[in-house]
């Protein structure tokens, strides 16, 4: 079956960091990217950056820059996300997305979503 | 605030069909492809409509999607109460270069 799972939900304290896998299962990631999404409860959908699973390139939202990693292993066809520096606006859930590669960055848009990282920060 | 502008909310009765707009400018919609998602409360996005207006494998085609200039509709007719969602568009920003989200509509099919 073809899907992107993820890990499971998270509870953090202001300050601390948390790493989010997505496993690819049923295919391959060599020719997708992973975008990762986060949507704060309530709120839409906010896009956070994405990792070219071949090179291991990345590019962040300025947003998140310095605060966000993204990396990917083929070996296990698994790609994860830290955040460091949580804060309580950092509470949100988090999904792992494919994207296949082309010259046109998103022509053929996010056609599928892990099933989301509950991720909250609290004291 | 999003990047793409969209209504938040709009209702219609079964059988009936309505369109969801979705604003940008020349660094996003004008300069890009558009994508639509749907999301049903408590799962995650699903994609509807990839460059501008194709349905992935499985969507109906009661599912449309259109774009002109700046701006972007996604229709969709012959509605049913489980196509009660939350829709957003999405798209590539050229200037911010990276993805960007409309903040939703959410549908109600009264």
């Known amino acids: 079956q073809v899907q992107l799972v993820q890990s499971g939900a998270e509870v953090r304290k202001p300050g601390a960091s948390v790493t989010v896998s997505c496993e690819a299962s049923g295919f391959t990631l060599n020719i997708y990217n992973i975008h990762w999404v986060r949507q704060a409860p309530g709120q839409g959908l906010e896009w956070m950056g994405w990792?070219?699973?071949?090179?291991?390139?990345?590019h962040y939202q300025q947003k998140f820059q310095g605060r966000v990693t993204m990396t990917a292993d083929r070996s296990i066809s698994r790609a994860s996300l830290e955040v460091t520096g949580l804060t309580s606006d950092d509470t949100a859930v988090y999904y792992c997305a494919r994207v296949e590669v082309t010259a046109i960055p998103l022509i053929l848009g996010m056609d599928l979503w892990g099933q989301g990282t509950p991720v909250s920060v609290s004291s | 605030q999003s990047v793409l502008t969209q209504p938040p909310s709009i209702s219609a009765a079964p059988g009936q069909k309505v369109t969801v707009a979705c604003s940008g400018s020349s660094t996003n919609i004008g300069n890009s492809y558009v994508s639509w998602y749907q999301q049903v409360p408590g799962t995650a996005p699903k994609l509807l409509i990839y460059d501008d207006d194709k349905r992935p494998p499985g969507i109906p085609d009661r599912f449309s999607g259109s774009k002109s200039g700046t701006s972007a509709t996604l229709g969709i007719t012959g509605l049913q109460t489980g196509d009660e969602a939350d829709y957003y568009c999405?798209?590539?920003?050229?200037?911010?270069?990276?993805?960007?989200f409309g903040g939703g509509t959410q549908l109600t099919v009264l």
């Open positions: 990792i070219d699973t071949m090179t291991d390139a990345t």
């Open positions: 999405g798209t590539w920003d050229t200037s911010l270069n990276g993805a960007v």
